[in-house]
């Protein structure tokens, strides 16, 4: 389909995503590509944790609990820090299926169930963690082509062929963008998955710091000019948006964990040539 946009136009034609109606709720195909991502994600997810001899159940309850709990403080996040007007239509806005949703409210709700799930002894069960990393960003691609279509984040006007033919001028869509970039991502960590899985956190740990290093580059290409569209541009700082100067810490903490990780599991005899660790001992 998408090919079949480009074909006839220099960027991607401006269309509305349709919506389907279960009983109260209405849900367009961008909430419901993205609720199949997280879906995928648990279907592979519980397929790696048996394939590593991990708990199945554990693995599933904590993957989707930290999705439930990033979707309802994601939406909160969005509405008491970038929308507070839409307040004054009732309590009912403050249902995830009501508007949008924010990425840091999202990783914030999401880690606080994995600082609680996922434990072993007196630090986090790496195993768990890296099995379910691919997982994840195998739901933020689908995540992100459900944004891609309702359109949810514009970017600066362009004339790169991926944009989207916003109202105004053609622009970034920072959902399809990012969509692609963590599928590239994806597609790395499984070519040098043995290689990142030598030691117990490694995959992880590799693959958050590639999706912050990801969501940094991608926010100077967030629109500033959105107010033309109707929608708020985020704040800066010095040029930064608050996801960047969250994003660059982020990174620096992984690849010092990253390195602690692996100096201990070489220095105990724990890293393996091959990267297949078999079953975890927690």
Do not use: N
Request: aromatic share 8%; proline share 4%; glycine share 12%.
């Amino acid at each position: 389909m998408l090919a079949g946009m480009l074909g006839g136009a220099r960027v991607i034609p401006w269309f509305v995503s349709p919506v389907v109606s279960l009983g109260p709720m209405a849900l367009d195909l961008s909430l419901i590509v993205a609720l199949l991502g997280g879906c995928a994600a648990l279907v592979w997810a519980r397929r790696q944790a048996r394939s590593a001899g991990l708990q199945v159940q554990r693995m599933v309850d904590g993957l989707a609990l930290a999705m439930v709990s990033g979707l309802v403080v994601g939406h909160l996040v969005d509405v008491l820090l970038y929308r507070p007007d839409h307040l004054q239509a009732g309590w009912r806005v403050l249902l995830p299926w009501f508007g949008g949703m924010s990425s840091l409210g999202m990783l914030a709700g999401a880690c606080m169930v994995v600082a609680i799930v996922f434990r072993a002894g007196h630090g986090l069960a790496w195993d768990y963690l890296d099995q379910a990393a691919q997982p994840i960003l195998l739901a933020i691609v689908l995540v992100r082509l459900g944004c891609f279509l309702g359109h949810d984040h514009a970017g600066r006007l362009t004339r790169f062929p991926l944009a989207v033919a916003y109202p105004g001028g053609a622009r970034h869509d920072l959902g399809l963008d990012e969509a692609i970039l963590v599928a590239g991502l994806l597609a790395v960590t499984i070519v040098w998955r043995k290689r990142l899985a030598r030691f117990h956190g490694g995959l992880c740990l590799a693959s958050a710091a590639g999706y912050a290093l990801v969501r940094f580059a991608l926010e100077f290409l967030r629109g500033t000019d959105l107010y033309l569209l109707g929608r708020h541009s985020d704040h800066r700082w010095a040029g930064f948006t608050l996801v960047q100067f969250i994003a660059l810490p982020a990174v620096l903490l992984c690849g010092w964990a990253w390195l602690r990780l692996r100096k201990q599991a070489f220095a105990t005899g724990q890293a393996l040539p091959d990267g297949q660790r078999g079953q975890a001992r927690e």
